[in-house]
C-alpha cells in the first residue's frame, strides 16, 4: 500500500462536564485528526489525542502536531507497506512521541483495515462482539457532586466506575463511594500523584480494605520499585498506565512484579500494533488488561473499542459512550454503551462514518501533504 494524501486537523471540542485529575482541570479538548489516503481513494483516520499540557505525559497538543508534521507525516508518504506492522519502522529514529506516533500508525491500520473490507477489530485479531465499558471520574468539588456523577453512570448501566484520587482527595471519596455501593467494581486512579514515601504507603494501606479492583498509578513513571514495593504489601492490585510506555518497560514491571494489572492505552504505546504486543506479553504473564482512555473523540474512541475486543482484555475498558464527553462526536453513529456494553462495530474499516463537515467546524488548523 501507498499513502499518498495526508491531512491533519487540529480539532478542539466542549466537554460536556469538566473533568479534573490529581494535575489540572479541563472544560474542552484539542485533539488532531489524521487523515491518510491510498492510491485507491481508500481512506484511513487516526486520533492524536495527547492532552494539552505536559503532565500525563511530556507530549503536548503542540509538539505532536510538530512531530507529525515535520517527521511522521513525511516518513510514511509515498513509502511502501503490506501491512500496518510495518508502518512504526518507517518513522523508527523518532524517539518518544506515542502519542503522534499512535495516531499515525491508527490511521494507516484503519486504512488497511478499510482498503482490505475486514473491520478494525478483525485485523487486529479481536475475538469479542462487545466489550464492557467503565467510566472514569474526576475530582469533584465535594463528596457529594462524586456522589451525584457516579450514581447518574451506575444509573445509566456502566458496571465499573474509576475514581480519580490524589493526596488530600483519596480515603474520604472512597469510602463514601463504598459505603452507597458496597459491591460496586470500584478503582482508583492517582496519575502518579503520590511520593514513594511513608504518607503515601499509609494512605494505600488504608485504602486496601474496601474492596477495590486496583490502585491504578500509585507513583510517578517509571517508578517501577515504590510500585513493586507496595505490591508486595497489599492485597488489592496495583494498576500501571504512565509507567508503561514502551515493551521493554513492560518487561521490567513483569520482572520486579511492579503491578498486577496493567492498562493499556493504544496512544500512550504509539499506537495499536505495540497495544497488541503489550496484551500479547501480558497474557503469557497472567496479568489481566484492559483498555484506558485519553477523553478521545470517536475516532480514538474505535480504535480502543476495536483492541479491547482482544481476548486477554477481560476487565471493563474506558470505551464509555461519546456523550459522556462530547454532545456531538465527529464520528456517525457516535459510540454508544447501553448497560455499559459497546457493540465491535462488523462494518469494514473504522466501523463509522467521519463527520468531515463536524472537523472542519471544529478545527483551529489544517495542513495538506501529497505524496
Ligand atoms: O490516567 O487514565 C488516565 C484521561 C486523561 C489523562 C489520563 C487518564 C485519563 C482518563 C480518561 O482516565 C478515561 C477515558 O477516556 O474515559
Ligand atoms: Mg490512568
Request: charge should be negative; hydrophobic fraction near 40%; include cysteine.
Amino acid at each position: 500500500m501507498r499513502i499518498v494524501n495526508a491531512t491533519l486537523h487540529d480539532v478542539e471540542l466542549p466537554l460536556v462536564h469538566s473533568f479534573e485529575t490529581s494535575s489540572h482541570r479541563k472544560s474542552s479538548l484539542r485533539h488532531l485528526i489524521v487523515e491518510l489516503t491510498d492510491e485507491s481513494g481508500a481512506k484511513g483516520w487516526g486520533e492524536i489525542a495527547s492532552p494539552a499540557g505536559p503532565y500525563y505525559a511530556s507530549e503536548t497538543t503542540t509538539i505532536a502536531w510538530h512531530t507529525a508534521t515535520e517527521y511522521l507525516i513525511p516518513a510514511v508518504l509515498g513509502a511502501e507497506w503490506e501491512h500496518p506492522d510495518e508502518v512504526s519502522a518507517l518513522y523508527g529514529k523518532v524517539r518518544g512521541h506515542w502519542f503522534a506516533k499512535a495516531g499515525v500508525e491508527m490511521a494507516a491500520w484503519t486504512l488497511y483495515a478499510a482498503h482490505t473490507q475486514q473491520p478494525l477489530a478483525t485485523a487486529l485479531g479481536g475475538t469479542r462482539s462487545t466489550v464492557i465499558a467503565g467510566v472514569s471520574l474526576g475530582i469533584e468539588p465535594s463528596i457529594d457532586e462524586l456522589l451525584t456523577q457516579v450514581a447518574k453512570h451506575v444509573d445509566s448501566g456502566y458496571p465499573r466506575v474509576k475514581l480519580k484520587i490524589a493526596p488530600g482527595w483519596d480515603v474520604e471519596p472512597v469510602k463514601a463511594v463504598r459505603g452507597t455501593y458496597p459491591d460496586l467494581d470500584v478503582h482508583v486512579d492517582a496519575n502518579g500523584a503520590y511520593p514513594g514515601d511513608d504518607a503515601a504507603f499509609e494512605t494505600f494501606r488504608a485504602l486496601d480494605p474496601h474492596g477495590l479492583t486496583m490502585i491504578e498509578q500509585p507513583f510517578a513513571p517509571r517508578n517501577f520499585m515504590d510500585s513493586a514495593r507496595l505490591q508486595a504489601e497489599l492485597n488489592t492490585p496495583v494498576c500501571l498506565d504512565e509507567s508503561v510506555e514502551t515493551l521493554d518497560d513492560l518487561r521490567t514491571a513483569l520482572e520486579l512484579k511492579a503491578g498486577g494489572v496493567l492498562n493499556i492505552k493504544v496512544s500512550r504505546m504509539g499506537g495499536l500494533s505495540a497495544a497488541r504486543a503489550a496484551h500479547d506479553l501480558t497474557q503469557e504473564a497472567g496479568w489481566p488488561v484492559w483498555c484506558g482512555g485519553m477523553h478521545e473523540f470517536g475516532i480514538g474512541r474505535l480504535a480502543n473499542v476495536a483492541i479491547s475486543s482482544l481476548p486477554g482484555f477481560t476487565l471493563p475498558s474506558d470505551v464509555s459512550a461519546s456523550g459522556k464527553y462530547y454532545a456531538e462526536d465527529i464520528i456517525d453513529p457516535a459510540v454508544t454503551a447501553e448497560g455499559g456494553v459497546v457493540t465491535v462495530p462488523s462494518t469494514a474499516g473504522l466501523g463509522a462514518q467521519v463527520r468531515t463537515e463536524l472537523i472542519a467546524e471544529h478545527a483551529q488548523q489544517t495542513q495538506t501533504f501529497s505524496a
